[in-house]
């Protein structure tokens, strides 16, 4: 088994034990219950998923004969829990770790979301550090930066936990259009009239974007409830057991 072969599955709950080892730290090892949360979560994953804790039991279970996650014991709690041990067997520090779980998370991103989106992990004090931190996993072979698309201004990275950092094509949805053949028309056919011009209606007036400032203090916000709701479920949930 190679690194590079982790199903996507198996990535998110790698990036996960990751993420919360730092985010939430006295949750951590994480119970097969939060676990399944964390995987869950309706913010800061892309996509969001839906998977089962048998899915999640499995995917944690294939991990540790990897050597990428371990049973762990909980202080005072008889249920089976999960940590990662990414930094040994990928040979990984803080910074590193923390930019490769959020790649693992949400896919392939620019380096400025990036270190918004580590900073709970590990805060990074510039874009320079950042792209020092992406440099030295794309030498390991863990991430690569990907071709800009059209309209694009910045740079993206991809992990490759999962493989090779192309992206799916977008499928197609929808019949296929029917052809004909022109020599079906006859020449007798009379052409339609034109149809008369309009003046093509004024767009309708958009509001203005917030600051980025805005939107990323929203977003910290969102994720910093997002945790707090994973670990009450948890304490409700052991309660309740």
């Known amino acids: 088994m190679h690194f590079s072969e982790l199903s996507p599955v198996e990535q998110r709950v ?25 995987c869950n979560q309706a913010t800061n994953r892309d996509p969001v998923t839906h998977y089962d804790e048998n899915t999640v ?22 249920a089976v829990k999960y940590r990662h041990l990414a930094e040994e067997s990928l040979g990984l520090d803080r910074e590193h770790l923390a930019v490769l779980s959020v790649l693992l998370l949400r896919g392939p991103q620019t380096p400025g979301e990036l270190k ?4 709970r992990m590990a805060p990074m004090p510039t874009l ?7 440099g030295e996993l794309g030498e390991l072979g863990y991430s ?6 059209p309209g694009q201004k910045e740079d993206r990275f991809v992990q490759l ?7 799916p094509a977008a499928a197609l949805v929808g019949a296929e259009t029917p052809s004909f053949d022109r020599s079906d028309l ?4 009379p052409s339609p009239p034109p149809t008369p011009l309009r003046a093509a209606p004024p767009p309708a007036p ?10 990323a203090d929203l977003q910290a916000r969102v994720a910093a409830l997002e945790d707090d709701l994973a670990q009450l479920r948890v304490q409700l949930a052991d309660l309740l057991s």
């Not at 320079?128 to 992406?134: G, H, N, S």
């Not at 936990?161 to 992206?167: K, N, Y």
């Open 116 to 119: 918004q989106r580590s900073e």
């Open 128 to 134: 320079a550090e950042v792209e020092r931190v992406l």
């Open 186 to 189: 006859t020449a007798d056919t």
């Open 57 to 78: 039991r499995d995917a944690a279970q294939r991990l540790s004969k990897y050597g990428l996650a371990r049973l762990a014991s909980g202080h005072n709690s008889r």
């Open 14 to 38: 790698l990036g996960c034990l990751i993420e919360k080892r730092w985010t939430t730290p006295e949750q951590y090892p994480l119970s097969l219950n939060a676990l399944r949360l964390a």
């Open 206 to 215: 958009t509001a203005p974007a917030p600051p980025a400032a805005d939107v």
């Open 144 to 149: 690569t930066r990907l071709e800009r698309r």
């Open 161 to 167: 936990l999962g493989g090779a950092g192309d992206e």
